[in-house]
């Protein structure tokens, strides 16, 4: 059974740090993208971050460029977001993400093949 399980979130005061993990599970997901999308509380899910197998094409959202970094272990299935200087408004349930298809058109995610069951990040000011 293939698997996304994300593990990190928590309650963090604003401008703390959090790291999200995602270890993927059987299947290799190489030549998949791999990254995150986030749903806040009475809003639509958004994409976050994406990278590349090789790490070599990276996108973010406008709402998280500079603040936060994606990474990722391929030869261990598992993708990093590393979140600084954490916002109220970064309060939401993070989903981890595969899919063959470059991050930059994941958009809401509609259609995206390999999904994480999320992880509860809260942001108190």
């Known amino acids: 059974q293939v698997q996304l399980a994300e593990s990190g979130g928590g309650l963090v005061q604003a401008g703390g740090s959090l790291r999200l993990s995602c270890a993927g599970s059987g299947r290799t997901f190489n030549g998949y993208i791999m990254g995150w999308l986030r749903q806040a509380p009475g809003k639509e899910r958004e994409f976050v971050a994406s990278?590349?197998?090789?790490?070599?094409?990276?996108h973010y959202s406008d709402s998280v460029k500079g603040r936060f970094t994606i990474s990722r272990d391929s030869a261990k299935n598992t993708v990093y977001l590393q979140m600084n200087s954490l916002k109220s408004e970064d309060t939401g349930v993070y989903y981890c993400?595969?899919?063959?298809?470059?991050?930059?058109?994941?958009?809401?995610?509609?259609?995206?093949?390999?999904w994480g069951k999320g992880t509860l990040v809260t942001v108190s000011s």
């Open positions: 990278i590349t197998e090789n790490g070599v094409t990276i």
């Open positions: 993400a595969a899919d063959p298809q470059d991050g930059s058109k994941w958009s809401r995610g509609e259609g995206i093949y390999y």
